[in-house]
Nanobody, 125 residues
Framework: QIKLEESGGGSVQAGGSLTLECAAS????????MGWFRRIPGKERERVAA???????QYTDSVKGRFTISIENAKKTLRLQMNSLKPEDSAMYYC???????????????????WGQGTQVAVSS
């Protein structure tokens, strides 16, 4: 059982930046995908960004050019650098892990093996 713990959420004004981090309880290796999802109350959880073991990345259109996902295996940490934040980015952000995943595009709410508890991001206009 891998445990994931997010940190780095908070409140920021539009145009600002935040860096989310997800600390894994075990080293990340092999065929895997990790990613960030977000959920706005009343809406379904959506994938924001994903990365696989080969370093391939995938982003939802609304964050392309503003968010960057990265992974630091030595520290068992997944990061999401969020720049030029907009009020519509406000949500609960969740770290996710799927074992045996072959492409970041395949990571979905139905394929995730492990979820973090979430960290709240609030962007004011």
């Amino acid at each position: 059982q891998i445990k994931l713990e997010e940190s780095g959420g908070g409140s920021v004004q539009a145009g600002g930046s935040l860096t989310l981090e997800c600390a894994a309880s075990e080293y990340i290796y092999g065929d895997y995908c990790m990613g960030w999802f977000r959920r706005i109350p009343g809406k379904e959880r959506e994938r924001v960004a994903a990365i696989d073991g080969e370093g391939r990345t995938q982003y939802t259109d609304s964050v392309k050019g503003r968010f960057t996902i990265s992974i630091e295996n030595a520290k068992k940490t997944l990061r999401l650098q969020m720049n030029s934040l907009k009020p519509e980015d406000s949500a609960m952000y969740y770290c996710a892990d799927e074992r045996g995943c072959m492409s970041p595009s395949y990571l979905s709410v139905y394929s995730v093996w492990y979820w973090g508890q979430g960290t709240q991001v609030a962007v004011s206009s």
